[in-house]
């Protein structure tokens, strides 16, 4: 686990392509996609969202979206960081958390 930083509460750490149970988890919620307009009931949508967004945006602008983690006992609770968006040449600040947090 590659922890990017810590708060009194959360470790926030940089995702890998074994954390699609993690996305898909979260994003079949509705609630949680309810403004997003992506909601996943499949695995594989989860890993192409990694693959294809989350992990290149590391390697291409040395910033995304970190994975989060409770620090008592490591439960994942969402992710947030900045998000780049080509076709408004803009960075966006990403975040979604499960509903209980």
């Known amino acids: 686990m590659k922890v990017v930083f810590e708060s009194k509460r959360s470790l926030f750490r940089l995702f890998t392509i074994d ?32 693959m294809d967004v989350i992990l290149p945006q590391y390697r291409l602008y040395n910033f ?3 994975a989060v983690h409770l620090k008592t006992n490591n439960s994942f609770i969402g992710w947030c960081g900045l998000k780049y968006r080509l076709q408004n ?10 509903k209980t947090f």
């Open 19 to 50: 954390d699609a149970a993690l996305i898909l988890e979260l994003n079949k919620d509705p609630e949680v996609t309810q403004f997003t307009l992506n909601p996943m009931v499949e695995l594989t949508q989860a890993s192409r969202v990694l």
């Open 64 to 66: 995304g979206c970190w």
């Open 89 to 98: 040449d803009e960075i966006d600040l990403d975040y979604r958390y499960k």
